[in-house]
């Protein structure tokens, strides 16, 4: 692969192409988020998806040479099935020791963070995000208390009404969770605000995530050399700001979309690292299967428009970090294998299965490093 001064991943959450060769371990063997919306709709437009071999990516391994770009397969090598441990091998990193996750989160961590924070929980369980909300969202507007509550994944969520607590009180609270929450390996605390009345309570776009500090990935390896690394959504999140140098919060894939195409069409070098959110938030989880394939249509609407600006010598991935299926029982991720797209100097190839989403983080150092110093850069494995 040719070196180039500009590269862009988008990571299309929790687009998964069938279970992975260890699904049963998760509960997970039959879930094929791609393939049950496409049973569902048979009807799905995506045309522009198709041509990169979207299709041809159902039976869980390349059935062809697509007509553009090239297409693979990845078989995660990390344990877990969450955004953080998808989005840091897509990096480079490979969790061997997957996150910890609660039924409810131990007394010692809860009165930790409400004697510092300075607050009182409500909830401490296990629950969807609208669930919870329904459940408890009133007594929460009349007490002011916030609600904590987790999911299968490895999260520490705290949902506040705007109007009860601000969301700069929120945010603070969930940083002091943050930093109670490494000792016991918890993947992600996220701010999950909500406005309405009872009954008709929504959370909104202000959602914020505070993750784990990741070890060195290739986004570290790109700083060191000078290569500037910006992250579109909620991507500087993932990583705690680790290797990014700039970031743009987006509120929804169209303004996740907006802005690729903002500073694409700027020419900045460097890598854009982008993460489009609405796929696995408001479909995945909610098991909306006719939204997610709206949303897939949407999404290859606007790729109609991008890939004429891509340039031969431009390097353009497109992957995902886990499944969702919204045909599969429960409300959780499910684990997948993923598609992952490559446009790079106008080729076509298959590139058949693959093993390890660091596939990406390689192709990142071999078009964007110097091949000495990619070859100096294995993927890395932690406990």
């Known amino acids: 692969m040719k070196t180039t001064s500009r590269a862009l991943v988008i990571v299309l959450d929790s687009v998964g192409v069938g279970h992975a060769p260890e699904a049963a371990d998760y509960g997970d063997e039959g879930a094929h988020t791609l393939g049950h919306i496409v049973e569902h709709h048979p009807g799905l437009k995506t045309?522009?998806?198709?041509?990169?071999?979207?299709?041809?990516?159902?039976?869980?391994?390349?059935?062809?040479?697509?007509?553009?770009?090239?297409?693979?397969?990845?078989?995660?090598?990390?344990?877990?099935?969450?955004?953080?441990?998808?989005?840091?091998?897509?990096?480079?990193?490979?969790?061997?020791?997957?996150?910890?996750?609660?039924?409810?989160?131990?007394?010692?961590?809860v009165g930790a963070i409400e004697r510092e924070a300075g607050v009182r929980f409500l909830g401490n369980q296990a629950a969807s995000g609208t669930a919870i909300l329904d459940q408890l969202g009133s007594e929460h507007v009349a007490s002011g208390n916030p609600i904590l509550y987790t999911s299968a994944d490895s999260v520490l969520q705290i949902a506040a009404h705007e109007d009860v607590i601000p969301l700069e009180r929120l945010y603070e609270i969930c940083r002091i969770a943050r930093g109670l929450a490494d000792a016991w390996k918890i993947g992600r605390v996220i701010a999950r605000p909500f406005t309405g009345a009872n009954g008709h309570f929504e959370r909104t776009a202000n959602r914020h995530d505070y993750s784990l500090g990741p070890p060195r990935t290739v986004l570290n390896e790109l700083q060191d050399a000078g290569i500037r690394v910006t992250g579109i959504g909620k991507v500087s999140d993932i990583f705690a700001g680790s290797g990014i140098a700039e970031s743009h919060p987006t509120k929804s894939n169209a303004h996740g979309m907006q802005t690729i195409d903002d500073l694409?069409?700027?020419?900045?070098?460097?890598?854009?690292?982008?993460?489009?959110?609405?796929?696995?938030?408001?479909?995945?989880?909610?098991?909306?299967?006719?939204?997610?394939?709206?949303?897939?249509?949407?999404?290859?609407?606007?790729?109609?428009?991008?890939?004429?600006?891509?340039?031969?010598?431009?390097?353009?991935?497109?992957?995902?970090?886990?499944?969702?299926?919204?045909?599969?029982?429960?409300?959780?991720?499910?684990?997948?294998?993923?598609?992952?797209?490559?446009?790079?100097?106008?080729?076509?190839?298959?590139?058949?299965?693959?093993?390890?989403?660091?596939?990406?983080?390689?192709?990142?150092?071999a078009s964007l490093l110097s091949s000495s110093r990619a070859a100096r850069s294995p993927l890395r494995t932690t406990k």
Do not use: C
């Open 264 to 365: 694409w069409e700027a020419g900045t070098r460097g890598l854009f690292f982008a993460n489009l959110v609405d796929f696995d938030m408001l479909y995945g989880h909610r098991r909306d299967v006719a939204g997610y394939a709206r949303a897939l249509e949407e999404f290859d609407v606007w790729l109609g428009t991008f890939l004429p600006k891509i340039r031969p010598d431009d390097l353009v991935i497109l992957t995902a970090d886990h499944g969702n299926d919204p045909t599969w029982r429960g409300s959780d991720h499910t684990r997948e294998r993923v598609p992952v797209f490559v446009l790079h100097e106008g080729r076509n190839e298959n590139l058949g299965g693959i093993d390890g989403f660091g596939f990406v983080a390689d192709a990142l150092r």
């Open 47 to 109: 045309p522009h998806l198709d041509r990169l071999g979207l299709r041809l990516a159902l039976d869980g391994a390349p059935a062809g040479v697509p007509q553009t770009g090239s297409l693979g397969v990845m078989t995660g090598r990390s344990a877990g099935k969450d955004t953080t441990t998808g989005h840091w091998e897509i990096a480079g990193v490979v969790l061997e020791e997957p996150f910890a996750t609660f039924e409810k989160f131990p007394p010692e961590l």
